[in-house]
């Protein structure tokens, strides 16, 4: 079987000093935070500077109401104020183009992200933007592989902005590790697609997020899971 050159060994173990050296980081900037693995971790890793500003976008996703729950549980318990921004008419009116209704409605959903969040930061005078991708991302969406990544990042280069993406080459099990040693509350975290109160446990961000864990050392008990169909 071929492999696409743009996934090919994307996938590697953590460069720890580097992250290390990042918690500490005193350059203001803004976080695009979802709930999930890879968000809660990068805000955690920061939230110590107080120099964050967690940003939730909702675009129509099935997920939102769950999600922004979720953000404000985590920052609120670190003292930080997330910002909510709503982009759901303009999600549902780009779902309603197709014949069925999707969990996400928005294709190239990060592309459109990133550029939110590009005038968000501009407005607050913030020149650092982060965004929590990882290499599991990357093997199924193509704006959250690193060709992508870097092409976009080159644009915003030239509006003075940084987009920094400190999770690209790390698995979702090296990010989990790297967070365990952070204490981060992974219970209070969510990724489920359906939006439902308790993760269901069998969409493909449950079941990506399950064996993560699985290959952490945790279990489905410690992070929350309700798999009855």
């Given at each position: 079987?071929?492999?696409?050159?743009?996934?090919?060994?994307?996938?590697?173990?953590?460069?720890?000093?580097?992250?290390?050296?990042?918690?500490?980081?005193?350059?203001?900037?803004?976080?695009?935070?979802s709930g999930g693995v890879e968000?809660?971790?990068?805000?955690?890793?920061?939230?110590?500077?107080?120099?964050?500003?967690?940003?939730?976008?909702?675009?129509?996703?099935?997920?939102?109401?769950?999600?922004?729950?979720?953000?404000?549980?985590?920052?609120?318990?670190?003292?930080?104020?997330?910002?909510?921004?709503?982009?759901?008419?303009?999600?549902?009116?780009?779902?309603?183009?197709?014949?069925e209704r999707y969990h996400v409605?928005?294709?190239?959903?990060?592309?459109?992200?990133?550029?939110?969040?590009?005038?968000?930061?501009?407005?607050?005078?913030?020149?650092?933007?982060?965004?929590?991708?990882?290499?599991?991302?990357?093997?199924?969406?193509?704006?959250?592989?690193?060709?992508?990544?870097?092409?976009?990042?080159?644009?915003?280069?030239?509006?003075?902005?940084?987009?920094?993406?400190?999770?690209?080459?790390?698995?979702?099990?090296?990010?989990?590790?790297?967070?365990?040693?952070?204490?981060?509350?992974?219970?209070?975290?969510?990724?489920?697609?359906?939006?439902?109160?308790?993760?269901?446990?069998?969409?493909?961000?449950?079941?990506?997020?399950?064996?993560?864990?699985?290959?952490?050392?945790?279990?489905?008990?410690?992070?929350?899971?309700?798999?009855?169909?």
């Amino acid at each position: 079987m071929k492999t696409d050159p743009n996934s090919a060994e994307i996938i590697r173990q953590p460069n720890i000093t580097s992250l290390e050296a990042d918690a500490t980081m005193t350059t203001p900037c803004v976080l695009l935070m979802s709930g999930g693995v890879e968000s809660s971790m990068l805000f955690f890793e920061s939230a110590q500077s107080k120099q964050i500003v967690p940003i939730f976008l909702d675009y129509g996703q099935r997920a939102a109401a769950q999600e922004w729950r979720t953000v404000q549980n985590l920052t609120m318990g670190a003292e930080i104020t997330a910002q909510r921004y709503d982009l759901s008419t303009f999600g549902n009116a780009v779902g309603a183009l197709r014949a069925e209704r999707y969990h996400v409605p928005l294709p190239h959903r990060n592309f459109v992200a990133i550029a939110a969040v590009a005038a968000i930061a501009s407005n607050l005078k913030i020149n650092v933007i982060r965004i929590g991708l990882s290499a599991d991302d990357a093997q199924v969406d193509n704006c959250s592989r690193p060709a992508f990544q870097n092409a976009i990042g080159q644009t915003l280069n030239s509006l003075g902005l940084q987009l920094d993406t400190p999770l690209i080459h790390m698995s979702k099990t090296a990010i989990i590790e790297h967070g365990n040693r952070l204490n981060v509350p992974w219970q209070r975290t969510y990724s489920c697609l359906l939006g439902r109160s308790r993760h269901c446990g069998f969409c493909p961000q449950c079941q990506k997020r399950r064996t993560a864990f699985a290959e952490a050392g945790a279990s489905d008990q410690d992070v929350g899971y309700n798999l009855k169909p």
